[in-house]
């Protein structure tokens, strides 16, 4: 049996985030599931809700193999045989051999289901219509979200991305954070441009064109420090991270770029704290930074760092991306 945890009126699995996607997915499959088996029983249907899909692709389009019904329904082909089975054995399927191809075996609904059919298409009719305007009224439709979801997943993955995360994170043991090296400039380059491109269009101002394409003169040589991240292994850049200087007690960050592959793994934090250690280590008062609304990861971490936000000393930011302006008193 599915235990909500509530507290108050607050529902526990709410709370839980991204983490608990799943979970709470299985809990409204349940919930609905359990709806639409009362309601075949009040029509006197005996039909496991699980056998639908299979059950009304077969009545669309006809007879197919296992293998094309996983496909077509971008399930497991083991799936498709387990359920193929139970319904065989309910007497809703049936299995033939394809005269064009004895070792294809061809699933097609029985007599029995297409008796079903007349009984059970208005029920389903009715779930639609209810279901339908449940979704009209939300604001972000389910099933568009579900879909652009799925879309993602599809091309992001899942088990792959997460399991290099935790591989990454054990080899962030390897990462070490070191000053300036002329030799890495055009990783400070790279490793910026690669933000700009991916959230802004590649939009450099010339503020920036002159920070990344001369970072000596636009941070060291005014009082600032540059740090990078460092994989011992193979001595590759993975991050970076600028502390420009405004007067001796007002410090920048700027400037601070993690590789996709490493981020996630405490990259960012690791060179967040190096360059704050500075700044309390030259007696500043305060670290400010700007930054946007579009970076979620980036200001989790600055929030998680102390930084709030605040409004701009000037009115508004000489970079259009820049929409939040935060600062750390020390």
């Not at 997460?162 to 043991?173: A, D, G, M």
């Not at 400010?288 to 579009?294: D, V």
């Amino acid at each position: 049996m599915l235990i909500v945890w509530v507290l108050g009126d607050m529902d526990y699995m709410k709370s839980f985030g991204s983490l608990s996607l799943g979970s709470r997915l299985k809990r409204l499959s349940d919930r609905l599931v359990q709806d639409v088996i009362r309601l075949y029983q009040s029509q006197g249907i005996n039909l496991n809700p699980s056998f639908f899909p299979l059950f009304n692709m077969l009545h669309q389009r006809g007879e197919m193999t296992v293998t094309e019904a996983a496909d077509k329904l971008a399930v497991s082909h083991p799936a498709i045989s387990k359920l193929a089975r139970k319904m065989q054995q309910e007497g809703w399927l049936s299995k033939t051999a394809d005269p064009n191809d004895e070792r294809r075996q061809l699933l097609a609904l029985t007599a029995q289901s297409k008796t079903l059919l007349e009984q059970i298409a208005p029920v389903w009719q009715a779930i639609e219509t209810h279901l339908d305007g449940l979704i009209e009224a939300q604001q972000h439709p389910l099933l568009d979200s579900l879909a652009e979801f799925e879309a993602l997943l599809t091309e992001q993955g899942f088990y792959a991305p997460v399991l290099q995360q935790l591989t990454r994170r054990h080899e962030s043991e390897e990462v070490v954070i070191t000053g300036w090296d002329e030799g890495c400039r055009e990783a400070f380059k790279r490793l910026n441009l690669a933000w700009l491109t991916h959230y802004f269009d590649a939009e450099l101002t010339p503020r920036d064109s002159e920070a990344l394409d001369n970072p000596e003169g636009y941070y060291l040589a005014r009082g600032g420090y540059i740090w990078f991240a460092r994989h011992q292994l193979d001595n590759q850049v993975v991050g970076c991270v600028a502390l420009a200087r405004h007067s001796d007690g007002r410090y920048e960050i700027s400037k601070m770029g993690v590789d996709d592959a490493w981020q996630g793994v405490g990259v960012g934090r690791r060179l967040l704290m190096a360059a704050l250690d500075k700044a309390r280590e030259l007696g500043a008062a305060e670290v400010f930074l700007e930054t946007s609304s579009k970076l979620d990861r980036a200001l989790q971490l600055y929030r998680h760092m102390g930084f709030r936000l605040a409004p701009h000393p000037r009115g508004v930011s000489y970079y259009n991306r820049a929409d939040f302006y935060m600062r750390l008193s020390l």
